[in-house]
């Protein structure tokens, strides 16, 4: 017998060989999972919308509406009117309005064009009358303090005596509101565009159809999404809030584990929805048209800028079931008033039931081809 004949084949030897168990950075799951942050530092554009773009908004809205003495207000006098001057002089007495002389036309074009807000017109024998846009409401206080001063320099005395008590409290001033509602805006923004976008990319690339071809469970392609999601999202917290925090002293008054998971809650519901937006598109131009679908009447009416209560009681049923209205409510009542879990239970229901329905409906709907 030859040494040839008693060599075992080389495929054989192969087959025969034991399998070296797989370590966990070698399991599908974590590779996976890497692949999305590389992915996501490869692309510089999504590092700056998910972290320095809301820092530089929050930076930009806190100086603009900052909290500064009030300003005084301007109000015009007709110029052409009987006792113009004397009422003029009355007027300046108040050090809070700032009075100019105009004729007729000026008046009535500084008037149109915002650059007073009341234009007080003598009427002789004592009387005046005030020309104001009763719906602007610097007018109306422009109109309240110009009337104070005519009437006191026609020698009105106060029956009630009257001092103030300035109050500054952090939680009160509009960058305290703003900071919550952006934190809400940017896990939804970056858990939609940074999900969706990433399958939509990889499905129109075809490497959807050669993942499922290999050994990799399809849960683990969507759990990969998620995990590198929840890992993410501690950098985006903290950035955002402790900018705010640091610089503009916006106070975080409640549990910071029960901040921690409303803030989990809000993105893995918002990366549900970025699943389901997902599910059927097959170009990134068609993703993005269902994304801005989605997400602008959350952008308008969910109270990120402004208090979504200036919206008509009408509106508020449908405003209020918005997932973002409700995660914006959950974070100011956690930032700013220090209210727990039971607290926000409500808002949190609506979004854990966003959260159940988009991702079942994801799952049913999900196309890998």
Not at 12 to 23: C, D, L, N, T, V
Not at 180 to 199: K, V, Y
Not at 295 to 310: D, E, I, K, Q
Request: with cysteine; proline share 5%; net charge positive.
């Amino acid at each position: 017998m030859t040494e040839t004949t008693l060599a075992p084949p080389a495929r054989e030897s192969q087959a025969r060989a034991p399998r070296k168990p797989r370590g966990v950075r070698d399991s599908s799951l974590v590779q996976l999972t890497l692949v999305r942050y590389r992915e996501f530092l490869r692309e510089p554009e999504a590092v700056f919308w998910v972290f320095v773009f809301p820092v530089l908004l929050a930076a930009g809205l806190g100086i603009a509406f900052r909290n500064r003495p009030a300003e005084k207000q301007h109000v015009a006098v007709l110029s052409t009117a009987p006792g113009a001057a004397p009422l003029a002089a009355a007027l300046r007495s108040d050090s809070s309005l700032n009075v100019d002389l105009l004729d007729d036309s000026a008046a009535a074009q500084a008037l149109r064009t915002g650059e007073v807000a009341l234009v007080v017109v003598p009427q002789g024998a004592g009387a005046v009358s005030y020309r104001y846009d009763d719906t602007r409401p610097e007018a109306r206080a422009a109109r309240l303090v110009a009337d104070a001063a005519v009437q006191r320099a026609a020698g009105r005395r106060d029956p009630v005596a009257a001092g103030d008590q300035h109050i500054h409290e952090r939680g009160s001033r509009y960058i305290d509101f703003v900071i919550p509602g952006l934190l809400g805006m940017n896990l939804m923004g970056s858990g939609i565009w940074g999900i969706g976008f990433a399958i939509v990319d990889a499905r129109k690339k075809k490497l959807l159809k050669r993942l499922i071809a290999t050994p990799m469970r399809k849960p683990e392609y969507l759990a990969s999404f998620l995990l590198s999601r929840l890992t993410m999202l501690f950098f985006e917290v903290v950035t955002l809030l402790g900018f705010g925090a640091l610089i503009f002293g916006v106070p975080l008054r409640g549990s910071y584990l029960e901040l921690a998971f409303i803030c989990l809650i809000a993105s893995l519901t918002f990366g549900a929805m970025g699943l389901l937006v997902a599910s059927r598109a097959r170009t990134v131009e068609g993703a993005s048209g269902l994304m801005n679908l989605v997400m602008l009447p959350m952008w308008v009416f969910s109270g990120v800028f402004f208090s979504a209560s200036n919206f008509p009681k009408t509106m508020q049923p449908f405003i209020q079931a918005l997932p973002l209205t409700a995660v914006n409510n959950a974070l100011r009542a956690n930032m700013l008033q220090g209210a727990g879990l039971g607290h926000v239970a409500g808002e949190l229901g609506i979004t854990l039931a966003w959260l159940v329905v988009s991702f079942l409906v994801a799952l049913k709907l999900f196309r890998w081809k």
